[in-house]
């Protein structure tokens, strides 16, 4: 049966305090006993005290009763203290236990669970599971003690009458046990539904920008209607399939108190039976009745319960991916050299994100992985962070390989910063220093600060660094949250800085003071950067050119450009474009223009006519440039951010794309009024240059041979 192994699993928690759990059980026992007894004595009662009318004997039955149900009282508090203590600790180890073992997690574990699928876990079946350890595990325990003794004393009392009532219980064990399934199918269709209905208010809130910008709030509202419906059938139809468990057995009693008051009045017009023996059957039969009752009201609970165990303990029986092996060692410094020996790794198993890498990183040195968006430059980064293991190769340390040395060495030795920034919902002193036991002074801090452009800043908020960060730091710019990132990444003094487009948020002025920033570390840090901005690398000691999951090119900046390959064309693609300090302005060059192959044969002057045709528009992480299905009027030139095509697919947001820095879109907006077939989404502060049909079609009417070869390239695009 179900419930064994649930109370198995309650069993073992308890066994952790097993004095506690004895102090419990005992005083169980003596409440039972005493509420067996209290109706049993009625036999007594009646025969031989009120029949014979004998006051002695009375008077001790009575006595014994009061007695007996002082000590019950005492038993009762004792039990509830015991009962308290051990369901409070165990649900204690349990919250525990759970929080530290998701917190042990590597990255695919949640990639394979959404927050919504975790937070019910810790909400809604702990809550369930708290519930069956407090109060439905000690009450089935008790009502199923109180069913064994009270059929024992029924059978000394008469046996052949209990036995008639036993045969006619089936019915009231068959009735729930018939229905087990469908309300265990009923539970878990009930937490998927509560699941996915957080998973919804998640988006809801953390994706509230893009919700706006997309005018999803219809397809959102919608949805969310759509989960609440389903909380509601998967609610009803768990309601009725718990009705209907709790009235099959209370039918089954009802056929069962007329059995017995049938066959026992038979008993006693037989001479079988006396009065008080019946009274007292009766009397203990409604008590055993009302228990075994209560068993099968108990079960609705034990199957949510079972069922949240279960779910609870799926994600304990998870084992981290990135682990220590048992002879780990640690990571002492210096380190002269790092490695990736024939890397090759990919998130699914179907397809490599890198393949056969080799690359070496010198000590003290600044490293940059440059590339097109999915050149797997990121990817190898968070291999060098070990959030994930190489399928085949290795990354070395010296000669220590990364997954022979503690977690905790190399989290020491090296920093990350993302441009996927995380703060925490307290001060800004807190976020910068996060763990006490650091001790870093208010000097350190302010310095690291300093050095990443965000002191000024602190200090101008009414609260300074006391400033309280609210919705993981929601309330901040992106490029205020980048740099608090990257000043709490160098209180951490790491011999290993690696950074992840830490510069992408970043105005041009701060970008630059960043960078500066980054040579001045360079030699006293090993600095790994990931970027797609050539600007912020081009004074790198080596720039690795990533495409397609492996190393193109390698060298530094002017070795590359003379190369002539990839590292060239992207370099190309990004100049010709620029930004005034403060990012509120640009512009472009006729030259940059001739680039492009729809404006290739034009005049350099007719294409200087064009560049200054170009307005300058910024966009905030969120906000839409182009939405699918309207008429396009506009060409666009990235000046600097970042773009995502996206593209609605039954409901659903596919992203097509990634735009950067020098890619363009919109071109067919130049000649023809049809509309969008993808939204344009800023996926961080951004800044283009776009230039109306209109206003190109005037600086063309008088080359007509200019359009023709124009319609000629779209045509070949499209």
């Known amino acids: 049966m179900f419930y064994l192994n649930l109370l198995r699993a309650v069993a073992s928690r308890f066994w952790k305090y097993r004095l506690l759990a004895a102090l419990f059980l005992l005083a169980l026992l003596f409440e039972v006993a005493y509420g067996i007894a209290a109706p049993y004595s009625l036999s007594f009662l009646v025969d031989k005290a009120f029949t014979p009318k004998n006051a002695e004997m ?44 998701v917190q042990k997690q590597s990255l695919p574990f949640f990639q394979s669970y959404k927050i919504g699928d975790l937070i019910t876990r810790f909400s809604s079946d702990m809550s369930s599971i708290d519930g069956v350890i407090r109060v439905t595990s000690p009450y089935f325990l008790r009502e199923a003690l109180s069913v064994m003794m009270g059929l024992s004393m029924l059978l000394l009392l008469e046996w052949k009458l209990t036995l008639a009532v036993m045969a006619g219980s089936i019915f009231m064990i068959a009735g729930p046990r018939f229905m087990q399934n469908k309300a265990e199918s009923a539970n878990i269709a009930h937490k998927e539904a509560q699941a996915n209905f957080s998973n919804t208010v998640d988006e809801l809130i953390k994706g509230h920008k893009a919700i706006k910008s997309l005018n999803l709030r219809e397809r959102i509202l919608l949805q969310g209607r759509k989960r609440i419906q389903e909380l509601f059938h998967t609610g009803f139809r768990l309601h009725m399939t718990n009705s209907l468990m709790e009235r099959i057995p209370m039918t089954g009693l009802l056929v069962l108190n007329g059995t017995m008051i049938g066959f026992g009045g038979y008993l006693i017009f037989q001479d079988q039976m006396s009065i008080g023996e019946f009274i007292a059957f009766l009397t203990l039969f409604m008590s055993v009745g009302q228990s075994g009752a209560n068993l099968t009201y108990l079960l609705p609970a034990l199957i949510e319960s079972d069922i949240s165990f279960k779910r609870i303990s799926e994600i304990l029986e998870e084992k981290p991916t990135i682990s220590d092996t048992e002879n780990a060692k640690e990571l002492a410094a210096p380190i002269s050299r790092i490695a990736f020996n024939d890397v090759t790794f990919g998130y699914t198993g179907q397809k490599n994100q890198l393949s056969s890498i080799h690359l070496e990183i010198r000590n003290g040195s600044y490293t940059a992985f ?124 790491p011999q290993l800085l690696l950074l992840d487009e830490i510069t992408a948020a970043l105005d041009p002025a701060t970008e630059a003071e960043i960078n500066a920033l980054l040579l001045r570390l360079r030699g006293n840090q090993t600095l790994v950067s990931v970027t797609h901005r050539l600007d912020s690398v081009q004074h790198a000691d080596c720039i690795h050119v990533f495409h397609n999951g492996a190393v193109a090119e390698s060298g530094t900046h002017q070795e590359l450009l003379l190369l002539g390959g990839l590292y060239k064309r992207l370099w190309d693609k990004q100049h010709g474009l620029h930004l005034s300090p403060d990012g509120s302005s640009a512009s472009v060059d006729a030259a940059r223009l001739a680039e492009l192959g729809f404006f290739a044969g034009m005049e350099l002057e007719l294409l200087e006519d064009i560049a200054r045709s170009f307005t300058t528009e910024t966009f905030n992480e969120g906000e839409v440039v182009v939405r699918e299905g309207q008429q396009g009027d506009k060409f666009y030139l990235i000046v600097r951010g970042k773009f995502d095509v996206v593209k609605d697919a039954d409901g659903e947001r596919i992203t097509l794309a990634t735009l950067l820095d020098g890619d363009h879109f919109g071109e067919i907006a130049l000649l023809r009024n049809i509309p969008r077939t993808a939204t344009v989404m800023a996926a961080a502060p951004s800044v283009l240059l776009s230039i109306k049909r209109e206003a190109f079609a005037s600086l063309i009417s008088s080359q007509p041979q200019i359009r023709t070869m124009l319609e000629q390239s779209l045509e070949q695009r499209t």
């Open 370 to 493: 440059v590339g097109t968006s999915g050149s797997g430059k990121s990817t190898a980064l968070q291999l060098l962070a070990r959030f994930y293991d190489p399928q085949q190769g290795s990354i070395t340390f010296d000669r220590l390989d990364l997954r022979e040395m503690t977690e905790t060495s190399l989290r020491k030795y090296a920093a990350l910063v993302t441009q996927e920034t995380f703060l925490f919902n307290t001060t800004i002193r807190d976020n910068l220093a996060p763990d006490p036991a650091a001790a870093i002074s208010d000097e350190e801090m302010i310095e690291a600060a300093k050095q990443a452009q965000i002191h000024d800043t602190i200090t101008s908020w009414p609260d300074g660094y006391d400033t309280v960060i609210h919705h993981e730091g929601g309330t901040l710019s992106g490029g205020e949250r980048q740099r608090l990132s990257l000043a709490r990444a160098l209180l951490q003094k």
């Open 58 to 101: 009375f008077l001790l039955i009575l006595g014994l009763l009061l007695a007996g149900g002082l000590l019950s009282v005492l038993a009762n508090v004792l039990g509830d203290y015991a009962l308290g203590k051990l369901a409070g600790k165990s649900v204690r180890d349990l919250r525990t236990e759970l929080f530290a073992h």
